[in-house]
């Protein structure tokens, strides 16, 4: 079975490329080979990484039990702080 190739072209920093051309030196492989394995192992690492992000977001959500009320309190002294630090900000530099 052939595998399908797309060719692309892409700006790399300098430090990048050395990088990856001591990669495929060290696997014993042509860089577009390391730069297929780097790709694929980054996203086996994150694979699933934002539905736990989200997870962690809902977890500590509802470890705050807030309600409706208690949320727009909250947001209205976030609200409160956020004007009186931009004021500060704009008294000190005149």
Do not use: C, F
């Amino acid at each position: 079975m052939a595998v399908t190739s797309i060719k692309a072209t892409y700006s790399l920093d300098v430090g990048t490329v050395r990088s990856l051309e001591r990669l495929a030196e060290l696997w014993s492989v042509p860089k577009s080979e390391a730069l297929r394995r780097t790709i694929r192992m980054a996203a086996e690492r994150h694979a699933g990484m934002d539905a736990g992000t989200t997870n962690v977001l809902d977890q500590l959500q509802r470890s705050l039990a807030l309600n409706e009320d208690a949320a727009a309190r909250w947001m209205a002294d976030v609200r409160t702080e956020r004007h009186a630090s931009a004021r500060q900000r704009e008294d000190r530099l005149g």
